[in-house]
Nanobody
Framework: QVQLVESGGGLVQPGGSLRLSCVAS????????MGWYRQAPGKGRELVAT???????NYADSVKGRFTISRDNAKNTVSLQMNSLKPEDTAVYYC??????????WGQGTQVTVSS
């Protein structure tokens, strides 16, 4: 079992910045992928960005150049720096962890609202 605890969501104006963080605990295998997905009202959950324990990254086209994902393997944390936020970035953001199992683990979600 892996537990994920997220922090850092909130309300921000268009063009602003937020930083999300997620701490993983429990049965952490050495090779894993952590990241972020999001779900807007009335829409399905979609990839935002992921990063492997070897630091390979993957971003959704919609956030490339605006969001940066990073991780600290020693602390089992993943962070998402979100700049130039747009109203369409409004969603619940979920931390994601995939180890050597078939199914990923998910955090409880943190709300990000971009509005003036």
């Amino acid at each position: 079992q892996v537990q994920l605890v997220e922090s850092g969501g909130g309300l921000v104006q268009p063009g602003g910045s937020l930083r999300l963080s997620c701490v993983a605990s429990g049965n952490i295998v050495s090779y894993n992928v952590m990241g972020w997905y999001r779900q807007a009202p009335g829409k399905g959950r979609e990839l935002v960005a992921t990063i492997s324990s070897g630091s390979s990254t993957n971003y959704a086209d919609s956030v490339k150049g605006r969001f940066t994902i990073s991780r600290d393997n020693a602390k089992n944390t993943v962070s998402l720096q979100m700049n130039s936020l747009k109203p369409e970035d409004t969603a619940v953001y979920y931390c994601y962890f995939l180890g050597n199992g078939v199914s990923p683990y998910w955090g409880q979600g943190t709300q990000v609202t971009v509005s003036s």
